[in-house]
């Protein structure tokens, strides 16, 4: 768990090395964000505009659709995972900048700075070092952001109904208006606060499936509010670009190839 005030903005911090599990994994939307800092071979991210190579690492912030990384055969790299609202006090951009469009770490922080924490990073001795090395920088940079209690909070909102809240709602019990709202959800998120919670519902739905079983798709729609069967396969879909019947598919075929693998469980097999 990260020390305050960066538990405030992270979920956790992780430490990655080894051959990835396939060479190319999708990740679906989800309310989070990340920063690699990358200490081995490059790796590759696929959007919907393109394939970029990514050195140095990358931030990515809030995403609405899937991204398809393309790994080396063995990777390193230390990272972060932000909450939604958690990379703000450290860009020096707002986050609807960088919607969908991953960048490197350098675009970021500039290259000295990135070169010497990578520096820093490989000469650890070893991932306890280098996670407190990192947590350090964090610290270190992070900066006062006009707004992010109104969003913190309204997120936290969001987060707590599995993203089925009024939005209109919010804006009221805020005391601010709902423009002023996505203003600020734009700027600190990269994305309005009716996306966010699109995002929560599905992904709470998502993760309360048990691929090992039976799954009443009909229900599970039902349960989690949405208008129809139909309308939860379209989300389905919009989401990570498969039916869900094939979800389950591509979920059973991780588990029965890699059991109890650490990444089971929102990245999918791409190839």
Not at 180 to 209: C, D, E, S, W
Request: glycine residues 10%; contains cysteine.
């Amino acid at each position: 768990m990260p020390r305050p005030p960066l538990d405030g903005l992270i979920d956790d911090l992780y430490y990655l090395a080894g051959a990835p599990p396939y060479a190319r994994l999708t990740l679906p939307p989800a309310p989070s964000a990340l920063l690699i800092v990358n200490l081995g071979a490059p790796f590759r991210i696929r959007t919907g505009t393109g394939t970029a190579e990514y050195a140095d690492g990358c931030v990515i912030t809030m995403p609405t659709r899937a991204y398809e990384f393309s790994y080396p055969p063995r990777t390193r790299s230390v990272g972060v995972h932000f909450k939604p609202w958690g990379p703000a006090p450290f860009l020096p951009m707002p986050a609807a900048e960088l919607c969908d469009r991953p960048v490197t770490v350098e675009q970021v922080w500039g290259r000295p700075a990135v070169a010497e924490l990578r520096d820093r990073l490989a000469t650890a001795a070893g991932p306890h070092e280098m996670l407190t090395l990192l947590e350090d920088e964090l610290v270190r940079r992070l900066s006062e952001t006009t707004g992010l209690g109104l969003v913190r909070h309204t997120s936290s909102v969001i987060a707590a109904t599995g993203g089925a809240v009024t939005i209109g709602d919010l804006g009221v019990a805020a005391g601010v208006s709902s423009t002023h709202l996505a203003q600020r959800f734009k700027q600190l998120i990269g994305i309005t606060p009716k996306r966010l919670a699109r995002t929560y519902r599905f992904t709470t739905t998502v993760f309360a499936i048990d691929p090992t079983g039976p799954v009443d798709w009909g229900e599970l729609a039902s349960r989690a509010g949405y208008f129809d069967q139909a309308h939860f396969g379209h989300e389905f879909r919009a989401f990570t670009g498969l039916t869900p019947t094939r979800y389950l598919e591509v979920r059973r075929r991780f588990q029965r190839e890699h059991p109890g693998h650490t990444l089971d469980g929102w990245p999918l097999p791409a190839d």
